[in-house]
């Protein structure tokens, strides 16, 4: 299982808005849903994220334990 809270949590930090994140990230709306309900996503769309955002994977998912 994965979260992506600490996506959130970094937008927050950035002062970065979920529809902002779309546009620098150039990510779907589906995607974004897809992140939303913390289902899997691609790791090329995780890189895109990390990219825009300037930041690590760490800072964007984190794998919980079952």
């Not at 970065?16 to 974004?32: F, N, P, V, W």
């Not at 790791?43 to 800072?59: F, H, M, N, R, Y």
Request: charged share 30%; net charge positive.
């Amino acid at each position: 299982m994965v979260t992506y809270q600490r996506l959130w949590e970094t937008l927050k930090k950035k002062n970065i808005r979920k529809h902002d994140l779309m546009k620098i990230a150039d990510i779907s709306s589906t995607t974004l849903t897809k992140l939303n309900k913390n289902e899997i996503v691609a790791l090329t769309v995780l890189i895109k994220i990390c990219k825009a955002l300037d930041c690590q994977i760490e800072d964007v998912v984190e794998i919980m334990e079952i």
